[in-house]
């Protein structure tokens, strides 16, 4: 594919939801499907593409990139189907619904400075041809108005003249036929009539475009993977998403009780989670999703039942769990409650009134299903007192939810499949559908603290800090018995998902050696960190320092030319007249300033006291239009035929400088950055910062020095970290000729900077601590340094053009712009050195010999 431009155009970004940060992942997904679109040579016609994506990674955040970028290509027309109609209505909240907080667009959609509007349509043949027309509907539903037509129902008629863009989503069940072999002639008429007729709408306009959107495509088969060779765009799967940290952790909890027991030790949790949120200003309703097995009777059962318990609920029922458990989570829970003065009895009111039946909801109940599917998808809105689900199946696809936290099975059974060649228990369908349920309620619960300060609210943040009590808003939990087969079952099962590491983590514990907490810059010394801050503008006075870097705009005036066409006549002009456009320059300067006032009070965004937010040393409007740092010095070059630039009239003008401002307000707002470091650095005391820990680890291997200047008995360590310290190791004599105190640190989550141009965290890998010898005044370094592995590299072996440039970028800036802010500690200097890689060791070395000597 060659290099990628991964920027979202400004007329996407500007038309998404500003409430929803553009992953990474999601700019590649993007980038790939807009290569293949616009550059890539070897496309097939009409165009039919896969995008497998892992369950939560937001597939409908990317279908709305798309339809902006093909609306932007001349495509009006969108037909959405999917499997099952709960999905439906989901996705019109996310597409039509500007009320949602699920909404995926702007509240304001607009292309060339003109606003369009999103409309749900029933037929294409009516489609408004400047909106985006919608229609949505299932699989199902698509074959029957095509097969059997209604009035004001799709036709094939529709397709016929009208190109148009299908998304499937769930894209997986119209594969049917195309998976299965043999199927009696009933089915197989049934099944292939829905795969063929997406494949006819598809073949109906050679500009039509099938766009297919799933987590689950069985490559395993023949014939999908014979299917999708050459059509999967992007895969994206569960394991990278999880390991990414877009994803809770899952844990599972087994228990050898009785089932009301299991069901009060998850409420318990639920309601501890609920506590460490608003202890934390964090607002979040835990909810639990309560799995019958097979019918919906069983679950109605398992509603009632679990109705009963919370009324009859006392404090006896939380100390029997209190005083029986060993489970290291739920000590955790008991501790924090009496730690924070909240006394059982006070639990107890709370879990009744919280949990009580009108907080509870069925999600089999079809007489209520409008109802319940709106509770269903708004559960993390505040007005949504729901707490507790009961469901059989129909929750397993579909269902966006990021506030669940607990599933608890309640019932025992197993799928007990044996594997023929081995003879072995292996993973069954039970077990996989109930992995594949946990890791849909597995998506992340996206957060903001003052202990994470830097770090996305859409990623984990403590997973290396297992003492952290927020930690609990990271973690699922799966409730299940105490039964050791089926446990060995699903932990295979979450593995083969990618919910889980194939190998299990482990407590690993770092201590600091006796003879590093004997020494005296352990008792005495101090390392030096920033802190993130709101980024100030006060300072700005220009466009450029925030990012904007138009300076030529090119618009383009209609002719309001038009003609008609011989229906025999062929041509490339059919109209039989060319109409030749040119272009005439204008600088800012040299228009009647009327007129760009007019089109500045027709945008709030140049409001004074706005562009003040972004420009600090603006004085006024004036001196925006005026001053050549800020509009007067933009071109526009204005392109039409001869005859309409000879005749340009003020309000071609307004239009003209009206479409510049709508684009350079989406290029400040695209390039606004909301933080910045600080230069000044403050002391923290070497041991109120280094402390023994434990942390959780996939596999590791001890790694160690019994040097002194190595501080901890041991560490985890990648290849390249080893590199590091054997290179260390070798200059340590040299180092003691001219430097005392010594020591090598690894930085374990110990402490965190933050750059001073975006206000990005980062946490080095290692700091390296040496005082000057024979000296007055003697100064101590405090040198950061971050080892990379080669997977991290740009094209030419090295890091400035990789996305770790900005960690090396910032590392360099350090010496000259750190700042201490108290010297009552001692003489430091703050030094960065560029990050090690062990095929770079000697540019490494050169830089550190450059500062420290041979």
């Given amino acids: 594919m060659g290099a990628l431009k991964k920027d979202i155009p400004l007329y996407i970004n500007s038309n998404l939801n500003p409430n929803f940060e553009i992953r990474d992942y999601q700019k590649e997904a993007f980038a790939r499907f807009s290569y293949y679109l616009n550059d890539f040579p070897n496309k097939k016609i009409p165009i039919h593409l896969l995008f497998n994506m892992a369950t939560g990674s937001g597939k409908t955040f990317i279908m709305a990139s798309l339809i902006l970028e093909l609306y932007e290509k001349g495509y009006r027309n969108f037909l959405f189907f999917v499997n099952s109609t709960n999905i439906i209505e989901k996705t019109k909240d996310n597409f039509v619904n500007n009320n949602s907080s699920k909404y995926l667009f702007n509240q304001k959609i607009s292309f060339d400075n003109k606003q369009i509007n999103i409309k749900e349509v029933d037929n294409f043949t009516t489609s408004h041809t400047d909106d985006i027309n919608i229609k949505f509907t299932t699989i199902q539903g698509l074959h029957m108005d095509l097969t059997f037509p209604k009035e004001n129902g799709l036709t094939y008629e529709d397709f016929k003249d009208n190109k148009i863009v299908i998304l499937s989503d769930e894209a997986h069940h119209i594969n049917s036929t195309t998976k299965k072999s043999k199927l009696n002639k009933t089915e197989e008429l049934q099944k292939s009539s829905w795969e063929q007729t997406v494949m006819n709408i598809l073949k109906s306009h050679k500009d039509n475009l099938l766009l297919e959107f799933t987590a689950t495509v069985d490559l395993q088969n023949e014939n999908i993977a014979e299917k999708y060779l050459d059509k999967i765009i992007y895969k994206y799967d569960l394991k990278q998403f999880r390991l990414d940290g877009y994803s809770k952790e899952v844990d599972i909890l087994k ?50 039942n679990f109705n009963q318990l919370i009324k009859n609920l006392k404090v006896e029922d939380l100390e029997k769990i209190q005083n029986t458990t060993n489970e290291k989570v739920l000590l955790k829970v008991f501790n924090f409650f009496e730690e924070n003065n909240l006394s059982l009895q006070d639990i107890t009111n709370e879990l009744k009134q919280d949990f009580a039946e009108e907080n509870c909801i069925s999600a089999n109940d079809d007489k209520q299903a409008e109802k319940n599917q709106i509770l269903l998808n708004t559960l993390e809105e505040k007005n949504n007192r729901i707490r507790a689900i009961f469901a059989v199946q129909k929750l397993n696809e579909g269902w966006d939810v990021l506030n669940l936290f607990d599933i608890v099975r309640l019932y025992d059974s197993r799928s007990n499949v044996i594997d023929k060649k081995t003879g072995k228990v292996k993973v069954g369908p039970q077990t996989m559908s109930e992995a594949q349920l946990i890791g849909r309620g597995a998506r992340y619960f996206p957060f903001t603290t003052d202990k994470a300060i830097g770090e996305s609210k859409y990623k984990r943040k403590f997973d290396k800090k297992d003492d952290e009590e927020l930690k609990i808003l990271e973690t699922f939990y799966y409730h299940t018995s105490f039964d050791n087969l089926y446990i060995t079952e699903i932990k295979q099962a979450l593995k083969d998902t990618g919910m889980m590491d194939e190998e299990e983590k482990k407590d690993f514990t770092i201590k600091l050696k006796d003879s590093f907490k004997k020494s005296n810059f352990y008792k005495n010394g101090y390392i030096y960190t920033n802190k993130r801050k709101e980024k100030d503008n006060q300072e700005v006075s220009s466009l450029e320092e925030v990012g904007m870097k138009i300076e030529r705009f090119e618009f383009t005036l209609h002719t309001g030319k038009s003609g008609a066409v011989q229906v025999f006549e062929s041509s490339e002009n059919p109209s039989g007249e060319k109409i030749e456009k040119e272009p005439k320059s204008f600088q800012i300067k040299d228009i009647d300033i009327r007129i760009i006032k007019k089109a500045i009070q027709q945008n709030d965004f140049y409001k004074f006291d706005n562009l003040k937010k972004y420009i600090g040393k603006l004085k006024s409007i004036e001196d925006f239009i005026t001053n050549y740092r800020y509009l007067s010095s933009k071109r526009i070059d204005l392109y039409s035929s001869k005859d309409v630039l000879e005749n340009l009239s003020n309000d071609d003008l307004l239009k003209a400088v009206s479409s510049l401002l709508k684009s350079m307000e989406n290029e400040i707002k695209q390039q606004e950055t909301k933080y910045e470091g600080t230069t000044m650095f403050d002391a923290k005391s070497i041991q109120e910062m280094f402390k023994e820990k434990t942390i959780k680890v996939s596999s590791y291997e001890d790694y160690t020095k019994n040097q002194d200047w190595f501080v901890f008995d041991k560490i985890t360590a990648t290849s390249e970290e080893k590199y590091l310290v054997e290179l260390f190791e070798k200059k340590i ?86 700042e201490i802010i108290d010297s009552n500690f001692g003489n430091y200097k703050l030094i960065g050195l560029p990050l090690y890689n062990k095929d770079l060791e000697s540019d490494f070395e050169e830089a550190f010999d450059d500062r420290f000597g041979k």
């Fill in 733 to 818: 004599q040299e180092l003691n000729d001219k430097y005392e105190d010594i020591y090598l640190i690894r930085n374990e989550r110990h402490f965190a900077i933050y750059s001073f141009e975006d206000g990005d965290r980062f946490e080095p890998d290692f700091v390296l601590f040496m005082k000057e010898k024979q000296t007055k005044k003697p100064l101590t370094y405090q040198i950061f340094i971050e080892p990379k592995g080669s997977q991290f590299k740009d094209a030419e072996g090295l890091f400035g053009n990789s996305k770790e440039a900005w960690k090396e970028k910032f590392l360099s800036g350090i010496d000259e712009k750190a």
């Fill in 255 to 304: 228990a050898d009780m009785e089932q009301d027991d299991r069901i009060l030790q998850a409420i318990i949790l639920s309601q501890y989670r609920l506590k460490v949120a608003e202890k934390n200003r964090i607002y979040c309703k835990p909810v639990i999703l309560f799995k019958a097995q097979k019918t919906i009777a069983e679950s109605q059962t398992n509603l009632e």
